[in-house]
């Protein structure tokens, strides 16, 4: 049994306990972060190491930054896409050895896009389309591939507290949404919705409102599996338990399981 997990811990540097706590708790063999907020120099290998893990990292200065956490080493690191000039640090991939043979994994954290007609929503069309592009040609050279992370992306109305509200607001527009389908099209599944949940089962809650007391929040974190690993996916699942920590980030743990 593999387990690999996806986080959005919002500053590694603020909540670096609440993540070793809850690897202690559900030691799982990968672990996807994103949003360190921390430049590389500052990445917290030898606690992650006491820990029993392996980690590579892709910072920068108070911004985005992603890492992989690996009981085992890992091989082939990517940082970013490919022949997509971004000063912003959003893409770490890797190649994990596992009893069933590599996995590939890719962990990102997707641009937010602010608002439909703006700058950085352009930025993010951008960047999706370049993320497609090198996700079809990884998947050509890994047949067991898995991408995940915080994709700032509702998929349906399901995955949002106020579908009608937020209608084509951010997260919610038709041309994220697409894209989100492009990726799936790729022979991608999102390993969550393979299984029953149950309503409004969100990994996102805003700090404010009592977001999470309310459960006013969106599902836009995923994991999503090749069609190699399909057929073992045994669970996806949201771990809401972080979110009520003290000072939490504002998004919790998604695990998916492979038998």
Known sequence: M???????????????????????????????????KLTDDKFPHDAFEAAGYQSV?????????VALIT??????????????????????AGTVETEAGPLRVINCYFVNGQEPGSDKFAYKMKWLTALENWVRAEM?????????????????????????????????TVEERAHFQNLLNLGLTDAFRMFEHPEKSFSWWDYRMLGFQ????????????????????????????????????????VIVALG
């Open 2 to 36: 593999q387990k690999i997990a996806t986080w959005n811990v919002n500053s590694l540097n603020v909540r670096l306990p609440q993540v070793l706590e809850w690897l202690q708790a559900n030691p799982v063999d990968v672990l996807g972060l994103q949003e360190l």
């Open 214 to 253: 309310k459960n006013r929040g969106l599902r836009i974190d995923h994991i999503l599996v090749s069609d190699a690993l399909k057929s073992s996916v045994t669970a996806c699942t949201i771990d809401r338990t972080p979110r009520k920590n003290k000072q939490p980030s504002d998004h919790t743990p």
């Open 140 to 172: 050509q050279k890994h047949e067991r591939l898995i991408i995940m992370g915080d994709f700032n992306v509702t998929p349906e109305d399901r995955d949002s507290y106020d579908p009608v509200g937020l209608k084509d607001t951010i997260h919610h």
């Open 71 to 92: 009981k085992k080493p890992v091989d082939e690191v990517v940082r970013n896409i490919p022949l997509h000039e971004d000063e912003q640090a959003r893409v770490i």
């Open 57 to 65: 990292c892709f910072g920068q200065k108070t911004y985005n930054g």
